[in-house]
Every structure is written in structure tokens, then in C-alpha cells.
């Protein structure tokens, strides 16, 4: 895989982990390729003249081959993005993820106006957790571009009620965590990371694979935000982590952007 899609990668799960993970008790998990036969959703990233999607809501896209489709590169479909790929690759993930969790077109709704259901496309709501809303991630009639990526309150709460409240940082995240660093300069070599977050405060180290080991402190702030994570490993190498915990992005001086993803190892 190369290391500019990897990057890529990491802004979808960022993105979806910043909305319907941080907001409710939803965790999606095992983010690697996919074996034969695999349950769960099955992404190809391709970059052709379709737009993204999902074929199935919910447990129809569970084994279901290619069933979500991802763009990250916009040079047939949608060429605007070209020039802001970070920031469509975000809405179109958590958009999609939406479709994975069992959410349809609000526009699809049987109560939602006349000129949107001009717009209707894939199933029909099964349940009405909550009344139309036309600030939804999951509206084509939002005049924000499905509300760039950022849950509506009314989002939040049908999500809520389907998936339930989410733990607070501080207890969701506390125990012992590793990570490794990946960059997108080839010639970087990946750093491993050992850090044990108690009350949303993080303390833990980088290592080198030369040996080098870096103490730093840090925290996860109630939004589930990395705050203050940064440390040098050399005058010439200042690394910053930022983003939503545990998917992560890095940008260091010396190797250029990465990402992180931590697992949990202990309580």
C-alpha cells in the first residue's frame, strides 16, 4: 500500500471516529485487508467516474464484497475535491459510515418536503428516531454538502438511541496503550509508541528503531482530542500527533505527514 493512501486511510477513520464513534458506544475495529471470506465491511477504494457508496445498510453490508466504495483521489467523479482531498475524504466517510450503521436518506423520509423528495435514492426508513432534519450528515438537500462531515444534534440523537450514549474519555480510554508511527516518506522508518492515559491524562514514550527514547506527556480532552502531544527526537525532528484518539495523524519535520493508530494492551 502506498503511504499517500495510507494517509488517506487514516483521514476516514479519523472522520469516523470523530462523529459516530465519538458520540455514541460505536467502535469500528479491524481497519486492515481483507481476508477471504471476511465479515464485516468490505471497502474497495477506487478512483472512477461513480460516485462513493454503499450497496446495503446495516447488516446487508456485513461479508458483502465491495460493499462500500471510497474515492481518494477525485480525478473523474467530483474534480473539485482535487485541490481539497483531505476534507472530502472526511465527509464522504462519515456519510458512508452513516449507510453502515443502518442509516438511510433523510430525504427518503415520508415527511420530509416535496422539492427534497425529488432527491430520494436507496431504501426507505424501517424507524423515525427522530423528526426530518435538514442539517443532517445524511440529507441531500442540505445545503451544506452533508453538513461537512459534522453530525446534526437530531443525528446525534437518533444515534444515541440506536447505539446508546458514549463513556466519557477519561474512563472510555484508561489503561495501557502501543502504537507505531507511519509516514509517508518511504525512507522513515516507523517508531514505536507506549503511552497509559489515567483521567485523561498521558504519559508514555517514543522509540526509535535505532533505540532512541523519548518521553512526552500529553492529553485526551473531552471531545476525545489529542491535546499537547509533541516531542523532538532529534534538533532537526519535531513530531506533533493531533486528531481524535486512537486514530490519529503526525506530522513530523523530518519524515513529512503519518498516522497512528493506538491498541489497547492492559488496564
Not at 460516485?51 to 460493499?67: H, I, K, M, N
Not at 532512541?212 to 502531544?229: C, E, K, P, T, Y
Not at 481524535?244 to 494492551?265: E, K, M, N, Q, Y
Amino acid at each position: 500500500m502506498k503511504a499517500a493512501e495510507t494517509a488517506d486511510r487514516e483521514v476516514t477513520r479519523e472522520a469516523v471516529a470523530r462523529t459516530w464513534e465519538r458520540h455514541s458506544q460505536v467502535r469500528f475495529t479491524g481497519w486492515d485487508q481483507c481476508r477471504p471470506n471476511a465479515r464485516g465491511i468490505r471497502i474497495r477504494v477506487e478512483d472512477g467516474g461513480e460516485p462513493p457508496r454503499t450497496y446495503g445498510l446495516g447488516s446487508q453490508l456485513d461479508g458483502a464484497v465491495d460493499g462500500m466504495r471510497l474515492n481518494f483521489r477525485f480525478t473523474a467523479w467530483s474534480q473539485t475535491c482535487r485541490n481539497t482531498r483531505e476534507r472530502c475524504i472526511g465527509i464522504i466517510a462519515v456519510h458512508e459510515f452513516g449507510h453502515a450503521l443502518g442509516f438511510t436518506h433523510e430525504q427518503n423520509r415520508p415527511e420530509a418536503p416535496g422539492w427534497c423528495r425529488a432527491d430520494v435514492q436507496g431504501a426507505n426508513p424501517d424507524a423515525l428516531l427522530t423528526s426530518y432534519d435538514p442539517s443532517s450528515v445524511m440529507n441531500y438537500c442540505n445545503p451544506r454538502w452533508s453538513n461537512e462531515g459534522i453530525l446534526s444534534e437530531q443525528d446525534i440523537a437518533g444515534l444515541q438511541a440506536w447505539y446508546g450514549h458514549p463513556e466519557s474519555p477519561a474512563s472510555r480510554y484508561a489503561g495501557r496503550w502501543t502504537a507505531t508511527f507511519t509516514y509517508s516518506d518511504p525512507g522513515c522508518q516507523a517508531d514505536a509508541v507506549a503511552v497509559t492515559i489515567l483521567n485523561g491524562a498521558v504519559t508514555g514514550h517514543a522509540t526509535t528503531p535505532q533505540g532512541l527514547v523519548v518521553q512526552f506527556s500529553a492529553r485526551i480532552d473531552d471531545d476525545s482530542g489529542i491535546q499537547n502531544m509533541e516531542f523532538d527526537f532529534s534538533p532537526v525532528d519535531h513530531v506533533v500527533v493531533t486528531g481524535a484518539f486512537p486514530h490519529a495523524l503526525v506530522r513530523s519535520t523530518d519524515c513529512g505527514c503519518g498516522a497512528i493508530t493506538f491498541a489497547r494492551v492492559g488496564r
